[in-house]
């Protein structure tokens, strides 16, 4: 019973100096923690040097990759803001020639039908005659700037597919054919330059 007193009396005597001893690591750690530099730091410095390169190699790559995908977008915009454009103006023509067609086709039925029995047939027919020949050539002006434009893009787009479909090879010879002229040319006036000094020199022989 004596024993089990004084173990008791111990525990109870040294119950704060644990305790203590338990919150001055904590406080410490928090501190250690808790502290911030003065300046910020670089997460390079806290790596080994082949995997800070590696890093930074992987961040250039990043850098080039996100600027050539800037130019792209911003190439792409650009061309899709342009056909925008066109199609808005295009758009507008397109209306505009539907207004004038709607016009020719309300001219063309308000025409009165022929009656071959009316004592003017004749006449009523020479004026008809003269509106259809009115309606036709203003018919013809409204078609006349779609069948430009659609000649000058399909020209357009078949120099482009050919352009495309065109080989290096083909390109060669067609470069060849062209410049074979001047090759010919060139090595005739060389043989006749060099004839010309053969025959100098045997003369003054």
Known sequence: MKKDMFVTAG????????????????????????????????????????????????????EHFRQDLNIRLHEIAARIANQCAELE?????????????????????KQPELDEYAPDFQLRLSDNYRQLEHLRIDLADIQLPTAEKTAVNQSAKNLFA?????????????????????????????????????????VNL
């Not at 003065?38 to 590696?54: C, N, R």
């Not at 103006?89 to 039925?109: G, H, P, Y």
């Not at 002229?181 to 020199?201: D, E, N, R, Y």
Request: some cysteine; hydrophobic content about 45%; charged content about 25%.
């Open 162 to 202: 050919e352009l495309d479909s065109v080989t290096f090879g083909q390109m060669f010879r067609l470069g060849a054919a062209f410049m074979l002229p001047l090759i010919l040319a060139v090595l005739f006036s060389g043989l006749l330059l060099i004839l010309a000094i053969f025959l100098t020199f045997r």
């Open 89 to 109: 103006k295009n758009s507008a023509d397109l209306q505009k020639m539907k207004e004038e067609t709607a016009k020719l086709l309300e001219r063309l039925e």
């Open 11 to 62: 525990l109870c005597l040294i119950k704060d100096k644990i305790a203590q001893s338990a919150e001055e690591p904590a406080e410490k750690s928090a501190d250690v923690d808790g502290t911030l530099p003065d300046h910020p730091v670089s997460v390079f410095e806290g790596l080994p040097a082949e995997t800070a390169k590696a890093l930074r190699s992987r961040w250039q790559e990043y």
